[in-house]
């Protein structure tokens, strides 16, 4: 979208990975995949990983994610969501890793399960991980592993909404913006 790496572009003047980040904020280790560009943006101890080759799609890059955490030492519990959430949110986060199931993940009010907004333990997401991650649905981890759903119960826009589209992110600054009408664009915090 414009060139910048989806993840740094900003809603009500946050860019979303650092949403993201806040979100996750206990999050240990640290794992992010994406493009180097993402560096200057983690924290101190993160550790940046890319899928191989790049634009290999989610499960390739949950892949990535995976073999991060083992470089990075791994705990029992992770999480898997995209960078690209402007609405996730530490309540989120908390509401997924209170539910003890080999993988959980939020339903919306369809019943879709929301594959990149989850919790998993790490041992069973391996073992659904392919051989050959690369162009893989995300539907493909979830053949054997125990899935709990979670219908979003909080405030606000629900935590799994992405911004892939130019448009989504003009949806996502107007839902901000009816949440906090201070927030936007132009605010004095907006490159920090």
Known sequence: MGGVAKPLLPVGGVPMLRRVLA???DASPLVVVGP???APALPAGAVLTREDPPGGGPVAAVAAGAAGLAAAGAADRVLVVAADLPFLTREAVTALLAVDADVVMFTDADGRRQHLCAAWRLGAL???LPAQ????????????AEVAELPWAGAGPEP???CDTPDELRQAE???LRADPTSGPHRADAGS
Do not use: T
């Open 160 to 162: 799994w909404y992405d």
């Open 174 to 176: 107007a839902a901000q």
């Open 23 to 25: 979100a996750v904020v």
């Open 126 to 128: 391996r073992a659904a």
């Open 36 to 38: 180097p560009e993402l």
């Open 133 to 144: 991650p690369h162009g893989a649905p995300m539907r493909v981890l979830l053949g054997h």
